[in-house]
């Protein structure tokens, strides 16, 4: 499975980016898929993702703010931010599992999904 992540850029406090995560070699179906992000100095933290169902999950510092969709015709997965703040610069990466068991306590936590993209990156400015 290969994933490919686009969509980020430079964009000014209160502005909008929307990322997309491609994959090839498997459809996401229903696997669990997220977006984690990563900022220097820091550890990769949960943003968004969506397991069981189609059932969405936020992070607390985006809720509200993004928002995480899949379109299984493009097998694609999309990152809406909206009202973004520059506490939200960072490498944002997608990854999927390759269970569709994943117990919920773990759709936030990065160890629990087996294919990542290449990251792509977000920078906001004040």
């Known amino acids: 499975v290969q994933l490919q992540a686009s969509g980020g850029g430079l964009v000014q406090a209160g502005g909008s980016l929307r990322l997309s995560c491609a994959a090839s070699?498997?459809?996401?179906?229903?696997?669990?898929v997220a977006w984690f992000r990563q900022a220097p100095a820091r550890e990769r933290e949960f943003a968004a993702g969506i397991w069981r169902y189609g059932r969405p999950y936020y992070g607390d510092s985006v809720k509200g703010r993004y928002h995480i969709s899949r379109d299984n015709a493009k097998n694609t997965v999309y990152l809406e931010m909206n009202n973004l703040k520059p506490e939200d610069t960072a490498v944002y990466y997608c990854a999927t599992s390759s269970s569709r068991g994943m117990i919920l306590s773990s759709v936030r936590v990065p160890n629990a999904y087996d294919y990542w993209g290449q990251g792509t990156q977000v920078t906001v400015s004040s």
């Open positions: 070699g498997r459809a996401f179906g229903d696997y669990p």
